[in-house]
């Protein structure tokens, strides 16, 4: 027989969204919106004819995103910033990490604090990839959530 197995209740968490952006984050022609609010964000995007919702949590949530779909992420607190293009699934959130800078003085790890496609790189190496990446591009803007703005920015 099994065990009496007790239901824990459900929580209901109202989500209220602070701002968002709209941007092409993998390059395939269609804009993703992702709204972010208290604990993280969500990214809706289109497969089919069906839209999707995939949640990041804010420790993986990008801070500034560029036209190109390029996000920088500060997972790794004030001493690193990582260049990540984001692959929204069904389901998932696939984080390619393109580019990846460790800027502590008097680094002791045996961890590259340099990277370009998870391959430790010099730091010369490393800035000249980023500029090539988003130099000369301006992060895009987030707007505040309100319905004037969803409509304004927000394309079908």
Request: hydrophobic fraction near 35%.
């Amino acid at each position: 027989p099994l065990p009496h197995i007790q239901s824990t209740p459900k929580i209901h968490m109202r989500a209220k969204w602070d701002r968002f952006i709209c941007v092409d984050l993998d390059q395939d022609g269609k804009k993703e919106v992702l709204a972010e609010g208290r604990g993280g964000g969500v990214v809706l995007y289109c497969g089919g004819e069906e839209v999707y919702m995939t949640v990041i949590t804010s420790q993986c949530f990008p801070y500034e995103i560029y036209e190109n779909g390029i996000c920088i992420d500060g997972a790794g607190g004030a001493f690193s910033t990582g260049y990540n293009r984001l692959y929204p699934a069904k389901g998932a959130m696939y984080i390619e990490r393109i580019a990846y800078m460790e800027v502590r003085e008097n680094y002791v790890l045996d961890i590259p604090p340099y990277k370009i496609m998870d391959k430790g790189v010099t730091k010369e190496e490393c800035e000249a990839y980023i500029e090539e990446l988003v130099g000369g591009l301006t992060p895009l803007e987030w707007h505040d959530f309100t319905e004037e703005n969803i409509d304004r920015y927000v394309v079908d």
